[in-house]
């Protein structure tokens, strides 16, 4: 249990933090270096924990708390003064900026916007944002039509970007890897060739919606990182399904609520609000608290149910809840899953139930029923939603390692907002056709053929 727990997103974020410290408190790099330059950042919510003494003690070692992943950090008190020193150097305005960059996607900027308020809670205030792959001009009507897309986009968040300086790097024709690569980043110069993508034929999402009703599968999770699209892709599966005559639920915690589907006789919907379901979640386990606790150890309960894995439980738990009176659904399909590495938390023993019985007061009925179904390959698979791109497909492969490691089912990987099956020319993309079509080969191979496109959707004005 304890070496799941230590397997957890906060635990590699303490172990990344730890090497940063390294860096920090090294005079000799300070001096040898005008301007050292990292690619990640740690959360608040990291932050916050190594803030809080019982982080730092034998605390852990008397509480069982199933949503627990950060795993103890006694082991590293001999780096505690260091640990403060690389806070107080992330605070201090004159060593440190924090360079918050997005995507022109709603997803992607609402991100960094409450990334930056997390970190002012911890006094860390010099911030500057960047948005990333910005389409000054378009040269097709792909590229037209992503430009009013992303255009949207930075308008809704309009006053915060022009409260922040936000600065906007163009979307580059050419590869941004390797050197040379980067150092055009920086030249006005974007070389734009003409598009003579052979347009690539690719298994269509109609051929898994076949696969699907020739399955026995009951439940579908889709499954990715933020911005892939998982809530649209659940939609479209969910309204194909009910069209064809099956009883569907979808549930949804998409915060927008808009998934823009109509209830049927067939289809229902049910939206999973996660802060409520936190919130619950929280009040049950903080019930369990002695009352002679020390505020030390309780402030480090109350942080440690803010981490991602907590976030996730408290979700399986609502959706649970959900899932009581739903045998008559031919259909599930919901638009968040619940990484391989929850799953274990909730359930990490050779019977599957050790962590149920040992907190059965933290955990429902509705779990313990559920959890066997979504182990139950014939009954639930996790639909891997990616892009034809480098970091979606590299964070798509560790989920499915995740996934292994639990024995759950993911057969089925989904492509979505691809250009490479478009018959439709635009000069600014025809480089990325390219990379598209090298990442979905790869896609191909890691799914054993198992994979859908789904085209980027051009709107004919």
């Given at each position: 249990e304890m070496k799941e727990q230590l397997s957890g997103s906060c635990t590699v974020?303490?172990?990344?933090?730890?090497?940063?410290?390294?860096?920090?408190?090294?005079?000799?790099l300070e001096q040898e270096f005008d301007f050292i330059i990292f690619d990640t950042a740690p959360t608040?919510?990291?932050?916050?924990?190594?803030?809080?003494?019982?982080?730092?003690?034998?605390?852990?070692?008397?509480?069982?708390n199933d949503a627990s992943c950060l795993g103890q950090l006694s082991g590293l008190n001999e780096n505690r003064v260091k640990y403060n020193s690389a806070l107080e150097k992330l605070r201090n305005q004159d060593d440190t900026t924090?360079?918050?960059?997005?995507?022109?996607?709603?997803?992607?900027?609402?991100?960094?916007?409450?990334?930056?308020?997390?970190?002012?809670?911890?006094?860390i205030s010099k911030f500057k944002v960047i948005i990333n792959n910005y389409i000054e001009e378009s040269h097709g009507l792909i590229s037209s039509q992503m430009k009013s897309e992303q255009d949207k986009n930075i308008n809704h968040f309009t006053e915060w970007l022009n409260n922040n300086h936000a600065y906007y790097v163009p979307y580059k024709k050419q590869k941004e890897e390797g050197i040379e690569s980067l150092t055009n980043l920086l030249n006005d110069d974007n070389l734009i060739e003409n598009d003579d993508f052979i347009v690539e034929d690719h298994p269509q999402f109609n051929k898994l919606i076949d696969e699907i009703e020739n399955s026995k599968v009951q439940y579908l999770f889709t499954m990715g990182k933020g911005g892939v699209g998982k809530t649209t892709v659940a939609t479209q599966l969910a309204t194909v399904l009910s069209n064809k005559g099956y009883r569907v639920l979808l549930a949804t915690t998409d915060p927008t609520k808009e998934i823009n589907v109509e209830t049927t006789s067939n289809l229902n919907t049910a939206y999973i609000d996660e802060e409520q379901a936190l919130e619950k979640y929280k009040k049950e386990v903080l019930a369990t608290v002695n009352d002679d606790t020390p505020q030390d150890d309780i402030d480090y309960i109350m942080e440690d149910l803010k981490s991602p894995c907590t976030e996730e439980i408290a979700f399986f738990k609502a959706f649970s809840d959900i899932m009581e009176n739903q045998e008559d659904m031919d259909y599930v399909i919901v638009d968040t899953a619940p990484t391989g590495h929850t799953l274990l938390l909730l359930d990490s023993s050779e019977n599957h139930h050790r962590e149920l019985k040992k907190?059965?007061?933290?955990?429902?009925?509705?779990?313990?029923?559920?959890?066997?179904?979504?182990?139950?390959k014939n009954l639930t698979q996790m639909i891997i939603v990616t892009l034809a791109e480098k970091t979606p497909y590299l964070e798509s492969k560790r989920l499915v390692e995740d996934l292994n490691r639990a024995n759950i089912g993911h057969n089925w990987w989904v492509v979505n907002q691809s250009l490479v099956t478009l018959n439709q020319r635009?000069?600014?993309?025809?480089?990325?056709?390219?990379?598209?079509?090298?990442?979905?080969?790869?896609i191909k191979n890691e799914s054993l053929d198992n994979y859908f496109v789904i085209p980027y959707r051009v709107l004919e004005y």
């Open positions: 974020e303490v172990a990344a933090f730890n090497e940063f410290t390294n860096f920090l408190s090294d005079k000799t608040g919510h990291t932050l916050r924990m190594l803030e809080l003494p019982s982080a730092w003690t034998d605390y852990l070692n008397t509480t069982s924090m360079m918050l960059v997005a995507r022109p996607s709603h997803s992607s900027i609402y991100e960094i916007q409450r990334a930056q308020q997390e970190l002012q809670q911890l006094s907190k059965s007061t933290q955990t429902t009925s509705n779990v313990e029923t559920l959890l066997p179904k979504i182990q139950n635009d000069d600014l993309f025809s480089n990325k056709k390219e990379d598209e079509s090298f990442w979905i080969n790869k």
